[in-house]
């Protein structure tokens, strides 16, 4: 059977499937759909019944680094300054102490315990430990969403998970991003190879440069149809030129989006094209995701179940510490981390960077310790939400929206 | 202009980061694919400006970055992005087809087929009459004995007489034009569309009896080619049938829906061996027709077609080469004048034998003028078939696609400028 025969029999499958189960189950139990695509994936895949062979998943990889590019622009959109500096200034507090402490001790353990279990130099676990770290600080709005959708209240503990959803997938976009500029190595084509600084400059300068310039590109363009073809082409120029030189598309196209909606009048519309083809590239990357997943490094499965636990952990402190370090435990709770633990879509997308990119060191693992944290966590995000939301909302006055919720109904 | 002067940047920027990696081919590919996409958007918006069809500039752009030219897209970046020019035209037959109401093929059946056999009757006599007499100023048959020469001008005259689905729903897009003129080149070019892949494979079949190509290939059987075309009729209204149910069962997600809908046509109609262009057309066709929502497939295709355009006719531009096609073009024109010529007159005796408005009987021969991707497709049948001799035939029809595939989209839209269906 043809690849593309497979490849379609696939989406079609994970769509029904989604359609039919996860429809219904969320409905009944609050589960956020996505890790059914993940799952099938996994299915289809060279590790189960093989029906994606690697040579199938390979010849996809600008599609997945175009995947990659959109939801790093649709991160950045969300940050539209003028929105942000209503909101109150300790919620960024406690997000960014929050999402700082995750990185920093999921990072710390991991590349302990990586050094306990493989025969590794303490410089060399530093960059599967960072980028188990990225993958751990990011967190889904999603079942926040379901919750106070549900509810049809937001209070201030939304607000703060929302602007902590955000903090956390900046912080993780761009501790990935400069982990790729530090560990990357320059082929020979170029006389003087590029210093790790240079490549973090050339991968933020991507973006920056890019920004400025799809800003005067599209500026004053209100028609939809024609921003699509002027953004599409935008990001993939800026995946494939971060791709090609071995960085992470998510840092560049995640500054051109913020960019692009604090720069341009036509920011609505912008948001708009963005969302348009979002859910498709999602699921195709999940899917893709999913059939990547072939681990060849034997003993991953104690590191990657250590990572869950200490992601579980790490999470629960960091909240519990942030908020008490601001001040904010009365208004929080002690385990408001709980709603923070659901991941989704923009882990898939570190991990999957990862084990796509050529010098990544025990790619494997990290990449099925991001999957499997997405499986677990994906299903039970809006319980666990639920369970920090519902006695507050019942409680607290009603508050504004941050505005920080365009990622709401898919992963991150 | 402002676009124009960021285009130059990017252009800049992407010379200055290509030496920084040797990097993968398919990240490459993304690379200049993106670029490809801009650059023919802005080429698009200055034809505009000028009063041109927008899929000029795209094919501008095309030639202009792919690798006859500057080489921003280099030929295995073209290769390697097959997969999107298929699944474009893809999606442009599914949209053709959708737009084909039973009501309206019912009532201008007739108008349609007589227009048709007329248009293509006279295009291809008068064709291949001219490949006839130009023997001695074409270098490939000027020693060619009679039956390989008379075999090419058959060959020759098969291809040229296809029109272009894709040019056709690209300029209806654009300019939303749904009036006599819209309807009856649509229908003419859908119909002519089933009709020159029969007529091509009799003509290969009548071109091998009388001059065999040298050691090469088995005859197509007449079992093939009537399964090629029923097949499709049946593979593609099974697929409209399952379309139509998802319609009525599921309905979300339609702009994916449709990626996959015509995805999974193309690859099912390759595994059946039948027409892919006319199984999507089919698909097309049931499901607007069944289906009570198939309105809202087609509004779906149709807000995502302005992409699909552009990255088809980008392409389609990039595969122009420049080089083969220059040297040829004091032959091309005039073969072009005289196919223009012959489409009016089959066109306009069509019109009067079908009754036919008068605006149609003046204007619908502009519409049929473009040519684009079958007839690319049924060049390459050639080639491989008869060798150099076939290599040479295809370039002249290179050149003259080429030709007609920039002029035919710009009268087109004076069509209908002048028939009042679009703005001038």
Request: hydrophobic share 60%; aromatic share 8%.
């Amino acid at each position: 059977m043809s690849a593309t025969l497979i490849v379609v029999l696939v989406v079609i499958g994970a769509y029904l499937a989604a359609h039919v189960a996860f429809e219904w189950l969320a409905r009944r139990f609050m589960v956020v759909s996505g890790a059914e695509y993940l799952l099938l994936g996994v299915l289809l895949g060279p590790e189960v019944t093989g029906l994606i062979s690697p040579r199938t998943v390979g010849g996809f990889a600008p599609l997945m680094m175009l995947a990659l590019g959109w939801i790093g622009a649709v991160i950045g959109a969300q940050f539209f300054i003028p929105a942000l500096v209503r909101i109150r200034g300790m919620l960024f507090q406690v997000a960014f102490t929050e999402a700082v402490l995750s990185l920093v001790l999921v990072s710390t353990i991991m590349g302990a315990i990586l050094l306990w279990l493989f025969p590794l130099t303490p410089g060399a676990a530093v960059v599967p430990a960072v980028a188990l770290g990225a993958i751990a600080t990011a967190s889904a709005p999603s079942g926040i969403a379901v919750v106070s959708q549900s509810l049809g209240r937001r209070g201030r503990v939304v607000q703060q998970l929302e602007v902590a959803t955000a903090v956390d997938a900046a912080v993780a976009i761009v501790a990935f991003g400069l982990l790729l500029s530090i560990v990357h190595v320059t082929p020979d084509v170029v006389p003087r190879a590029p210093t790790a600084t240079e490549w973090a400059v050339i991968g933020v300068g991507i973006g920056v440069v890019g920004g400025a310039l799809f800003h005067l590109f599209l500026w004053g363009e209100r028609q939809i149809d024609r921003l699509f073809i002027a953004l599409a082409g935008a990001i993939i120029l800026a995946s494939g030129a971060a791709a090609y030189l071995g960085l992470s598309p998510l840092l560049p196209t995640m500054l051109i989006g913020a960019i692009l909606v604090n720069t341009s009048s036509n920011r609505g519309e912008i948001k708009e094209v963005l969302g348009r083809v979002e859910r498709p590239l999602y699921f195709v990357l999940l899917i893709f995701a999913g059939a990547a997943w072939q681990p060849e490094v034997a003993g991953w499965v104690l590191p990657v179940l250590l990572f869950l636990v200490v992601r579980l952990l790490t999470k629960l402190s960091a909240a519990w510490v942030a908020a008490a370090a601001c001040g904010a435990l009365g208004e929080l709770g002690a385990g408001w981390g709980r709603a923070l633990l659901g991941q989704g879509g923009l882990a898939v997308a570190i991990a999957l960077n990862y084990r796509l990119h050529e010098d990544a060191l025990y790619a494997d693992i990290v990449f099925t310790a991001g999957l499997l944290s997405v499986l677990l966590t994906d299903l039970l995000s809006a319980r666990a939400a639920g369970a920090v939301l519902l006695p507050r909302l019942r409680r607290n006055p009603p508050v504004t929206s941050t505005g920080l919720s365009s990622l709401e109904g898919e992963g991150d | 202009m402002r676009r124009l002067l960021i285009l130059g940047l990017l252009f800049g920027g992407m010379v200055l980061i290509l030496p920084l990696a040797s990097g993968g081919q398919g990240s490459r590919t993304l690379l200049t694919f993106g670029f490809l996409i801009l650059a023919a958007y802005t080429v698009g918006e200055i034809a505009a400006s000028l009063g041109l069809p927008k899929i000029v500039g795209y094919l501008v752009a095309g030639v202009l970055f792919g690798p006859s030219v500057l080489a921003t897209v280099r030929p295995e970046g073209v290769a390697r992005l097959a997969p999107v020019s298929d699944l474009a035209i893809a999606l442009i037959a599914f949209l053709a087809g959708a737009e084909l109401k039973w009501d309206e093929v019912r009532e201008r059946g007739v108008l349609l087929l007589r227009i048709m056999t007329a248009e293509l009757a006279i295009t291809f006599i008068a064709l291949a009459a001219t490949v006839w007499f130009l023997q001695d100023a074409l270098p490939f048959l000027r020693d060619a004995p009679p039956a390989s020469v008379a075999a090419a001008a058959i060959l020759f005259a098969a291809i040229a007489i296809v029109h272009s689905p894709a040019v056709t729903m690209a300029l209806l897009t654009e300019t939303g034009a749904r009036g006599p003129v819209a309807k009856t080149t649509l229908g003419v070019v859908l119909l002519a569309d089933v009709a020159v892949v029969l007529f091509f494979s009799a003509a290969m079949a009548v071109a091998r009896a009388i001059a065999p190509p040298e050691g090469v290939v088995a005859t197509a059987s007449v079992g093939l080619i009537i399964w090629e075309i029923l097949g499709a009729l049946v593979v593609g209204g099974l697929l409209g049938v399952a379309v139509a149910a998802y319609l009525r069962f599921v309905g979300r997600e339609l702009l994916l829906f449709a990626v996959l809908v015509a995805f999974f046509g193309l690859e099912i109609a390759r595994l059946a061996h039948v027409e892919v262009l006319l199984t999507l057309l089919m698909a097309g066709f049931i499901t607007e027709n069944v289906s009570p929502h198939g309105d809202d497939l087609r509004e779906a295709l149709e807000r995502s077609a302005a992409p699909i355009f552009v990255v088809f006719f980008a392409l389609s531009g990039a595969k122009i080469h420049l080089p083969d096609i220059i040297p040829l073009l004091p032959l091309v024109v005039p073969i072009a004048a005289v196919r223009a010529g012959a489409i009016w007159a089959g066109t306009r005796l069509g019109a009067r034998w079908g009754g036919a408005e008068p605006a149609e009987r003046r204007l619908v021969w502009m519409g049929l003028v473009s040519q684009a991707g079958v007839a690319i497709g049924l060049a390459a049948i050639v080639a491989e078939a008869y060798g150099a001799l076939g290599e040479q035939i295809r370039n002249l029809l290179l050149a003259l696609i080429a030709v007609n595939e920039t002029i035919g989209p710009i009268l087109f839209r004076r069509a209908l400028a002048r028939g009042g269906e679009a703005e001038a």
